[in-house]
């Protein structure tokens, strides 16, 4: 038996259920969770290695690793979004009962999953991030790109910084909260969620409530990290947007001050109208973000107007700055009733789009690492040397097992680059739904050629879909492919192949399901659908 596995060493600090640290978690969404679950369910009482991932993908190199001397859970049920995943109170019972912690991080996980592991996590139990980690084991990274060619700019909310100075860390929370508007009409910024359902940051139709610290006009946001929404205006003309912002280093303190700023938007006007602003630098194209700066302590636009990601983004103070809302940013409010907020079905308002499908909050580093099985082995190895320090009497045999699969995915890694290497270089192109296949296309020489719309909240337009079109044309692209968990939510993609003729292919990113239960087979499955997929021609 390991040499953690007695009870009485594993004995949880909290047995009754009643005193856990739990989190105010929405039950609710755990029970529309479609997903199946791994069965295994940690216990105070068996005498292996309790381990706890936040993934499936992370549960089963675990148990590559671990053999038969653990058990391993994952807080995500397989076909569920890691993204988008809320924690259910069996969730935090297992991390309760964990000798080990396993997260990927580098903010792929919805924040609740991180805080349910770093809230209940018993003193002294290892709590790995692996992204992170696996860098000092030769896992190589690459900074998330966002180009998806908007004819508007693309407007999100971004903190800077760690908070360190003030305590914060990984688990704490920055506040952004919009305390007035002013403007012809009302405004809104809003996430479309995992099921389509619109969660609001700001709301100006119900005004701004100082007596509960602005709760419903406030965005949430771990430290160093960005979020995408779409923002919304009822009528053309100038609006002033104050924000603020705090930290809130653990539940139990008060929250920090953090600044204030008023930010400008010319919506459907000339943007050199706006009084007062003639000689205002105009942010019109690319990616910009109302930004709080944690160790600077204010909040400023962090901007990238000619595009290229974060690496060439600077900060524009907000009173030189106007944020414009062309006219070509027009939208038909659709007729969905999930989107009455906006007006009735046909009325048309000014949208910045959301730009990517469904809740999306993350950092400037691509955390989907294990798209490139080098990278994989880096988190095996990194596995590896966490249980030795955890149970030291397992040390040859987790040498072992890691090695025998070390070797396995050597072997992976030839075939998936062999596999994709038979592909003719003029097809190697991906059309997806969700920016998790940057290593892929690193490793294995595929070109990630874009998304399908960029607003998942309302349908494109004819510019998005003749856009799209066209580049399907020109680089002849016989193929796009679908994650089967975001199926459901790409009925553009579909449409669109139809009409093109295109065959609509199945590819695998951040999770399994019945059909793909472990990492090899994700990754051969993925390497054999880009191969036939985009090797035979289109459909006709």
Known sequence: MPGVGTGAAREPAHRDGSQLRLLVLPLLVVLLVAGCRSEVALSAHDGRVQVVTTTGILRDLVSHVGGDRVAVSSLVPDGADPHSYEPSLRD??????????????????????????????????????????????????????EDVSLDTIWLGMRVRGTGAAQ?????????????????????????TESFGDPSFSVDSADGFDSADGYRDDTATLPPDAHTH???????PGVYR??????????????????????????VGVDPRSVPGMADATVLNS??????????????????????????????????????EVPNKALL????????????????????????????????????????????????????????????????????????AYVRE??????????????IPPSRRHLVSTHDAFGYLGQAYGIEISGFVTPNPATEPSLADRRRLTETIRNLEIPAVFLE????????????????????????????FDRDVTNYSDMMRFNAESLHDCLTTGRNQ
């Open 241 to 266: 947007l104050t924000m603020r912002a705090q930290l809130a280093v653990t539940p139990e303190t008060a929250p920090v001050a953090m600044g204030e700023q008023v930010f400008t938007f010319a």
């Open 167 to 191: 305590g914060a860390d990984r688990s704490s929370d920055v506040l952004l909260s919009a305390t007035a508007a002013d403007g012809p009409g009302q405004v809104f910024a809003y996430l």
């Open 484 to 511: 089967p968990n975001l199926a459901a939510r790409a009925t553009t993609l579909t449409e669109l192949a139809r009409e093109e003729g295109l065959r609509v292919c199945p590819i695998y990113g951040d999770t």
């Open 332 to 403: 038909e409010v659709p007729g969905d009733h999930r989107f009455r907020f906006l007006g009735r079905p046909g009325t048309q308002v000014h949208q910045l789009p959301q730009a990517v499908l469904g809740k999306h909050v993350h950092g400037e580093i691509d955390p989907h690492l294990w798209q490139n099985v080098r990278n994989a082995i880096s988190y095996v190895e990194l596995i590896r040397d966490t249980l030795i320090g955890v149970d030291p009497q397992g040390a040859a045999a987790y040498r072992a097992n890691a090695a």
């Open 229 to 235: 929404m779409s923002w919304a205006f009822t009528e």
């Open 409 to 422: 995915l050597e072997k992976l890694d030839t075939y998936v680059r062999d596999t994709i290497a038979r």
């Open 92 to 145: 935090i019972r297992d991390v309760v009962y964990a000798d080990v912690a396993f997260s990927n991080y580098l903010l792929l996980e919805e924040q609740a999953v991180i805080k349910a592991l770093d809230a209940n996590l018993r003193d002294g139990v290892p709590n790995v991030s692996l992204a992170e980690g696996a860098v000092r084991y030769a896992a190589e990274i690459i900074p998330l790109v």
């Open 286 to 323: 690319g990616h910009a973000d109302l930004t709080v700066d944690l160790d600077e302590r204010r909040l400023y636009l962090f901007a990238d107007p000619e595009g290229g990601g974060a690496a060439n983004q600077r900060v524009y103070e907000p009173a030189d700055t106007v944020i």
